[in-house]
Nanobody, 121 residues
């Protein structure tokens, strides 16, 4: 019964910054890995960043050094700070939650509705 709602997308110039938020129902601390994915027109959805319940984070090579994923467990919210944005970052960004122990019951996890990020001059 996990529900996810993303926000914070918008239009920015190359080199600019955005901070995406994903608000989750219930707690997202105990046993859940949270991730951000993106999908550009005509392309496959790809992992951008993920953070485990233990705080371990990983990133796509294309965003390393520019994006930072974090979670505020008290607020049941996951963030994606995006700096030095490039036109190639333009995509619909989705929040994802997957249980670390029972993932096989729902391999794709739960998804939010997405928030649009457009990087253009």
């Amino acid at each position: 019964q996990v529900q996810l709602v993303e926000s914070g997308g918008g239009l920015v110039q190359p080199g600019g910054s955005l901070r995406l938020s994903c608000a989750a129902s219930g707690t997202i601390f105990s046993g859940w890995t949270m991730g951000w994915y993106r999908q550009a027109p005509g392309k496959q959805r790809e992992l951008v960043a993920a953070v485990s319940s233990g705080g371990s984070a990983n990133y796509a090579d294309s965003v390393k050094g520019r994006f930072t994923i974090s979670r505020d467990n008290a607020k049941n919210t996951v963030y994606l700070q995006m700096n030095s944005l490039k036109p190639e970052d333009t995509a619909l960004y989705y929040c994802n939650a997957r249980h670390e122990t029972y993932w096989a019951l729902r391999p794709a996890g739960y998804w939010g509705q997405g928030t649009q990020v457009t990087v253009s001059s």
